[in-house]
Nanobody, 114 residues
Framework: QVHLEESGGGLVQPGESLRLACVASRSIVGVVMAWYRQAPGKQRELVAEISRGGITNYLGSVEGRFTIDRDNAYRKVSLEMNNLKPEDTAVYYC?????????WGQGIQVTVSS
């Protein structure tokens, strides 16, 4: 069973930055990696994803503010979040699209509030 360990969440003020990290317990070579988030009372949504070749895709509302990257050597995917807004407040989940089944992290809280 694959384990994904997330870190880097917390409480910040609007306009500040955070960097989330996710480390997998096995190789992520050839695996699409992604970050999702779920705010209270809302459905989980895809925030960013990165293909095995490094092609990225972002939720429209975070485009230009968030950057996803991966380091296969360290089995790690990160999410750099800049100019954070209160509407970015959510639990963020790391996702790895292994076959035959996805793996998910336990979730990490990000709160943006003044």
């Amino acid at each position: 069973q694959v384990h994904l360990e997330e870190s880097g969440g917390g409480l910040v003020q609007p306009g500040e930055s955070l960097r989330l990290a996710c480390v997998a317990s096995r190789s992520i070579v050839g695996v699409v990696m992604a970050w999702y988030r779920q705010a209270p009372g809302k459905q989980r949504e895809l925030v960013a994803e990165i293909s095995r070749g490094g092609i990225t895709n972002y939720l429209g509302s975070v485009e230009g503010r968030f950057t996803i990257d991966r380091d296969n050597a360290y089995r790690k995917v990160s999410l750099e979040m800049n100019n954070l807004k209160p509407e970015d407040t959510a639990v963020y989940y790391c996702n790895a699209r292994f076959q035959p089944a996805d793996a998910w992290g336990q979730g990490i809280q990000v709160t943006v509030s003044s």
